[in-house]
């Protein structure tokens, strides 16, 4: 008999619903496009269209050469702490990971914000491009140069051809900003690297190049990876917020990645283990295995909300992630609602809706049910 069904498919600026008779399985076209929205945020058409151009059981988020894995991780580490008001995680709508090179689509500014002076633009200038402090330390990704290339802003390290587009950056408003940045930095002390030396290392660089420099580099296949699966934080439920931070040094090389993504209206524990289910997902996610995890879902609103899970890399893989998935309960979501309610609404809209296939999926261990042809599948909820 015919299933009826409603499919929700994540667009660009929210998710769009087709409802109708489910006459067909999905198939492996289908499937891999929802992974890949699930993992990158991309819209629907735009993931479809990867996955229709790219080899059949090839990696859609692959791994980059040490370059690009140095420049990407060096934009998430400027990333990771936002200081202006977001509606999507660090502010990202999507990323389009590609093998030598990274697309970020970056949000307009939220109408409900903290401080309307301080945009998006401002602070991606600020965190972004390089300065040096006057005991020879670094603010930005080291090495990081932009430049306006067919009206689009590109961030560029310098003697490699690793690159990361900031789509969504108007190319005027983004040197207006980079100006404004440089006067600002400029009356702190801060000596702006990429306009002294626009075309090589500035002295406070020259520390960074090094590929093999201490945990931050080995461990740059992490940040990269998590920068190239931000739409996965939304799995969680509706998303208030997310920091991430450097830790500690860990013993056996590599450095600890911290997130803690705030939510709202989850899964519980069924919602953060999927989250790192998927982040450890053969083929989609990261070579990681959880080690350790303390769940507090079963205590009432008011106790603990923090359910941390540490994840640490396989042999070969040097570095660690924590991840601190806090679910916002009973009077302290109230103030979100009550407080922000514009901003709540935009970011209810963000949520991405998981297929039960899915968690089907992962329950095989990310592999396709024994038996079957690559094309079978089962129907979306």
Not at 1 to 28: I, S
Not at 53 to 61: K, R, T
Not at 303 to 314: E, I, P, R
Request: charged share 25%.
């Amino acid at each position: 008999m015919f299933l009826v069904a409603l499919r929700r498919v994540l667009c660009r600026d929210g998710f769009a619903v087709l409802k109708g008779l489910r006459v067909m399985k999905t198939t492996a076209v289908e499937r891999r496009a929802e992974l890949l929205c699930l993992y990158t945020g991309l819209p629907w058409q735009s993931a479809r269209r990867r996955v229709e151009a790219a080899a059949p059981g090839s990696e859609l988020i692959p791994l980059p050469d040490a370059d690009q894995l140095l420049l990407e991780a060096g934009v998430m580490a400027a990333l990771a702490w936002r200081r202006v008001t977001t509606v999507h995680s660090w502010g990202i709508e999507y990323v389009d990971p590609r093998t030598d090179r990274l697309l970020i689509r970056f949000e307009a500014d939220p109408v409900e914000r903290r401080d309307p002076a301080q945009t998006q633009v401002l602070d991606l200038a600020e965190v972004l491009l390089p300065r040096a402090d006057e005991y020879g330390g670094i603010q930005g990704v080291p090495g990081a140069r932009t430049h306006v290339e067919g009206g689009q802003v590109v961030l560029r390290l310098l003697d490699s051809s690793a690159s990361v587009t900031l789509l969504g950056v108007d190319p005027d408003e983004w040197l207006r900003a980079v100006d404004i940045q440089d006067r600002q930095t400029g009356l702190c002390g801060m000596t702006p690297c990429h306009r002294d030396l626009p075309g090589g290392w500035h002295a406070a660089e020259r520390v960074y190049r090094r590929v093999g420099r201490g945990g931050a580099a080995v461990s740059a296949w992490l940040a990269s990876g998590l920068l190239r699966r931000v739409g996965l934080i939304r799995t969680l439920g509706v998303p208030l917020g997310v920091t991430g931070w450097l830790g500690h040094r860990e013993c056996g090389g590599g450095e600890r990645w911290i997130i803690d993504p705030v939510f709202a209206e989850g899964h519980g524990a069924a919602g953060h283990r999927r989250l790192m289910a998927l982040l450890a997902a053969p083929g989609w996610g990261l070579p990681v295995a959880v080690v350790d995890e303390d769940c507090n879902c079963r205590l009432p609103p008011g106790c603990s909300d923090q359910c941390t899970t540490v994840s640490a890399g396989l042999a070969g893989w040097p570095g660690v992630l924590e991840v601190r998935a806090i679910q916002r309960r009973g009077e302290r979501l109230e103030w979100f609602r009550d407080h922000q309610p514009v901003l709540y609404a935009a970011r209810q809209q963000r949520v991405l809706s998981v297929p039960a296939w899915v968690d089907r999926w992962l329950e095989r261990g990310g592999a396709p049910a024994a038996g079957a042809p690559v094309g079978a599948g089962s129907g979306l909820d």
